[in-house]
């Protein structure tokens, strides 16, 4: 009987993080969906388990545990997703000091103690894939958006720095930048928005990647945005 893989999707909210949630159950993987409340999705009919856990991912102790029981619940993870941020716009003279520190705990550290933990479940099988989500901020500082361009900035050298140091022991890292709005399931691509589902196969195709042909950063968009 194969084993089946453990998908972890850190951030599984509505929007991306359940169309997450939904590809890999829908690959026959389990599925932990991580998320502050700890509420798993209802999946389609016929799709495997999904099973939330309750963390706060700007909390070390926190994410160690739930990897933890994650592991000791569903077995090891084979892929792992941080999807945690948030979108924050204010001028420079407008940011308080803990509204720059909480995004950058939530966007940039978050991603630290997550991919940490999820290294430290994969190095001893020496395999896995570990994938971060970017934002047009992870490239591009605009104008009122210093609070969520510098987490999302600090989020790609991490993503950079995992790659190039996990990369020869088996480990994919890959950073998913996400250039435009995402919308609904039904919305038309004209509309101008991404449709979670379709970013999420982007997502999976990554992790199905084979080790001679790795990508580490794409960047997504619909095809009426400019850049």
Known sequence: MTEKEVAVVVGAGPGLGYA????????????????????????QKGRSTARGYACDATLGDQVKTTFAQVTAELGPPDVVVFNVGTWDRAGIVEISDELFLQAWRTGCFGGFLV???AAEA??????GTILFTGATGSIRGAAGFAAFAVPKFGLRALAQSMARELG????????????????????A?????????????????LH????SAWTHEIDLRPAVEKF
Do not use: N
């Open 20 to 43: 997450l949630v939904e590809r890999f159950a829908q690959a026959g993987m389990t599925v932990a969906a991580v998320s502050r409340k700890g509420i798993a999705p209802k999946l």
């Open 115 to 117: 991919g940490r933990a």
């Open 122 to 127: 994969m190095l001893p099988r020496g395999r």
């Open 168 to 187: 020869p022991k088996g480990i994919h890292v890959g950073h998913v930048i996400i250039d435009g709005m995402i919308g609904q399931e039904g919305e």
């Open 189 to 205: 691509p004209q509309q101008g928005f991404l449709r979670p589902s379709e970013i999420a196969e982007a997502y999976y195709q």
């Open 208 to 211: 199905r990647q084979k080790p």
